[in-house]
């Protein structure tokens, strides 16, 4: 009989809306109070400044003497106005880089602050921070790279020297240097550790700020998001494994509601695109105040910590620009979200928050009371409507941690409920709160992805290749073409995507159709528009005698209508592959791998509006509904943020995967049967830190290829610990780079491999961000 029971259950959960509880394999990870007064803090300000600020590049080549470094200007009361005006609670400081300059008084070299003519020879720039942070109620927190050119550690090497003979005098130099920085000006909130430290430093931490953070190394209290872009992948758990959490060098992508050891995100991230020293011609590369807010939703509104960059000049002030920017990003944060409508706390599977009266609602912040850990597994938002229904205002969501920003499209609503339907333990929200943000759509750049529809069940589909949701709001899942698709059955069905901007980018949009009619004349495979609004059209469509076509127009210009294929091209009943690829102002549509048709536009189109990305519909004239709706099946709806070649789209059931890039070529002379070494250029696909992964690809010969070792390469010196196979996947490894790339510091990867059985294959090298990769 309770055999019978624990079968039926899930079904009853699914039936019946009940709450499912997720048992955690063990007692749930809880954060230490510093690491939750951490959290709560929110934002930073990362200060770099270095000689290579004088050197216009990115990291110190000795080029410039000290008796030249000299700025003048100076004013850390100034780099602490601009972390106060957008709401920082810390400054982190670059006390030394990877050059080896210290900007404090030290005695373990001749290569600092102290023999420049800074204050007549006299000045401590790391004492000036932390006095101006102090007279501005700022914590202080400290990065001390762990290598230095001057001693043969390299980049990357966790303080490791190339010469073994100079390690033993390197670390007592690197451990006096860090007892320096910690004795002498005053208590040190954060320690920063770039790219991990294998020098034993714990117990100088332990004695002089044991209640500091610590990013990376094998005393880590926090984590590397994994990448420099300003975001945390979603779902954001706090939680990791022990074993994860003991390398040093954990990230987001460690992330794991079940872990036992909590380690919470720290999201780094630059002012000007993608640099974090100072250049003449910084401003051209400035983010705009759109980008930063998104950058704040997608780490601080993820339960992450934001540590922005701030690059001061050779004269040692922040530029104006910045300083005019970091204020409006200030107060841009204070206008959305300084005052809710209203605000509650709670306990239980359903926390409700009365508005006191029909109120217009796009916005929710949860937070949970994270010191009894994180128990929320899934949640929606949900709405009571005028008619006395609750309507879900925003679904499929994961993880809430420290906090979750929820933004959705305004709903008039008298009520909010927070509605957990996942959960390891009774939910404790520390907070609830609703906003009516005006001017807070927001919009998200092209990005490569693919949405497959295998899911089967529920409201959300997961993409390939990127963090970008799938929201079903009517369309039901059936059969598909292969797996399972997406039946799209009335006018109002539709899948959201979001507001997400082709711009001027090339692009390629392509999906496998099965239509049953063409309603209305056309029916909406793909569309960004409003009906009625002739400004900013993107739609690609069925027109009616099954024909292809595709519409694009920016504020004053458009693509040539119509542009469509021949009558019967896509027939009714059956399933067509179409695509549309746009490469600068040429456009062309594809059926079943055919090129069908061909345009031109007068000029470059810019797309631009604040409509959602839709599938099986566009925007009706009025409302947020959904018209001009598909009737029929969609299937593996791929985008591309490029125009694929016709030779890519030749074969429809094997397109591009998203986001991976082809590397080298191995071929049948290139490895033996004994085993051999082979050098893989990875620079082609890591334009900045992060994880990747690697695939070799078998694509001709008899033979299979059987590696041995794979191993990081950052400038042609060998990196321990960061490449690995990944579990189950054969022939697939994760590689891992925390430093900032460069010309000078190309990736590389040493494979040693031989053929199995001495026959002989050929293949092809593949590489993709691993945090934004599928996982199997």
Known sequence: MNRHLCIVWPFLVAALGLTARAE???????PTPRQVAYQDMELQMFVCLDPCTWQGREYDNHS???????????????????????GAGQILFVAKHTGGFCWWRTETSKYGVKETPFREGKGDVLAEVAAACRKHGLK???????????WGAVMGGGGKTRDPAKQEAYNRVFRRQMTEVLTRYGPVHEVWFDGSCVIEVGDILKKHCPEAMVFQGPHATLRWVGNEAGYAPYPAWNAVRKKDAATGIATAAHGTPDGEVWMPLEVDTVLHEHFWFWKSNNARHRRSLAKLMDCYYKSVGRGAVLLLNSCPGPDGLIPEGDMALYEAFGKEIARRFAKPLAETSGRGQTVELDLGKPTSVNHVIAMEDIVHGERVRAYRIEGLGGDGQWATLFDGGLSIGHKKIDRFAPATVSRIRLSVTQSADTPLIRRLAAYSVEGAGGSRSLVDAAWAFDEGAGLIARASGADWPAR????????????KALDFRTRHDCVALGNVAPGERDFTLAAWVFPRSVPAGQARILAKERINVGANQFRLYLHEGGRLGFAMTDASTSLPYPFITSPGSVPLKAWTHVAVTRRGADFALYVNGQAAARSRSPRVLNHENEEELRIGACTAAAGDGADYAFDGLIDDVRIYARALREAELADPARLPDPLWK???????????????????DLTPGIAAPGEFELDFRKTAGPGEIEIRSVELLIAGQPI????????GSPGRFIVYRMEQTSADSP???????RFANGRPCAGQVRIRPRQQAERK
């Open 720 to 727: 321990a610990g960061r490449a690995r196979p990944l579990d």
């Open 472 to 483: 079903l709001a009517g369309p039901v899942w059936a059969a598909g073409r292969s797996g």
């Open 64 to 86: 410039t003497p000290p008796a030249q470094i000299n700025p003048d200007k100076l004013d850390a009361e100034q780099w602490c106005r601009a972390a106060r005006n957008f």
């Open 24 to 30: 955690p394999p063990g007692p749930l990870a809880r």
């Open 140 to 150: 202080l927190g400290i990065y001390v790279y762990p290598g230095d050119d001057q």
């Open 747 to 753: 990736s590389a990867a040493r494979v040693t491999a």
């Open 662 to 680: 082809s590397l080298e070529r191995w071929t049948e002379s290139t490895f033996a049967a004994d085993w051999k070494t082979w050098t893989v």
